[in-house]
């Protein structure tokens, strides 16, 4: 994993993957596509992961969503996930992805359907 960079778009709410191996010309090999909920708290709410097919099983959709906790945490922010990959690492990895509150999860649905724009 050492030749993946990360890096977080929030513009595009976007956790973008890409190859830096020598020789490599930084190609995004994965990302996670995610929103910023405001209220009524704060949250990443990650809605769908992309691995290249040509790079799956590298690790690298861990490492995004790895990634994506650590940057909740420096934020002080929490993490709702609707996305099945990052819900099942979570599951997996629960010293690093806090649970939330079903409520926090509801109101991520909610604002998701009523903009589906957000992805």
Same mark, same amino acid.
């Given at each position: 994993?050492?030749?993946?960079?990360?890096?977080?778009?929030?513009?595009?709410? =976007? =956790?973008?993957?890409? $190859?830096?191996?020598?020789?490599?010309?930084? +190609?995004?090999?994965? &990302?996670?596509? /995610?929103?910023?909920?405001?209220?009524?708290? &704060?949250? =990443?709410?990650?809605? %769908?992961?992309?691995? +290249?097919?040509? %790079? +799956?099983?590298?690790?690298?959709?861990?490492?995004?969503?790895?990634?994506? /906790?650590?940057?909740?945490? &420096?934020?002080?922010?929490?993490?709702?996930? =609707?996305?099945?990959?990052?819900?099942?690492?979570?599951? &997996?990895?629960?010293? +690093?992805?806090?649970?939330?509150? $079903?409520?926090?999860?509801?109101?991520?649905?909610?604002?998701?359907?009523?903009?589906?724009?957000?992805?």
């Amino acid at each position: 994993m050492s030749d993946i960079e990360i890096h977080d778009d929030r513009d595009k709410g =976007l =956790l973008v993957a890409r $190859d830096r191996a020598p020789g490599g010309d930084g +190609e995004s090999v994965g &990302r996670i596509q /995610y929103f910023v909920l405001d209220a009524p708290q &704060r949250a =990443l709410v990650p809605v %769908h992961t992309v691995v +290249e097919p040509q %790079h +799956e099983g590298k690790g690298i959709a861990g490492a995004l969503a790895r990634e994506l /906790y650590a940057m909740a945490a &420096r934020e002080g922010v929490a993490v709702a996930p =609707l996305c099945p990959f990052v819900v099942e690492w979570a599951a &997996r990895h629960p010293g +690093e992805a806090p649970s939330v509150p $079903d409520e926090l999860l509801v109101d991520a649905r909610e604002a998701l359907a009523a903009d589906p724009g957000k992805w």
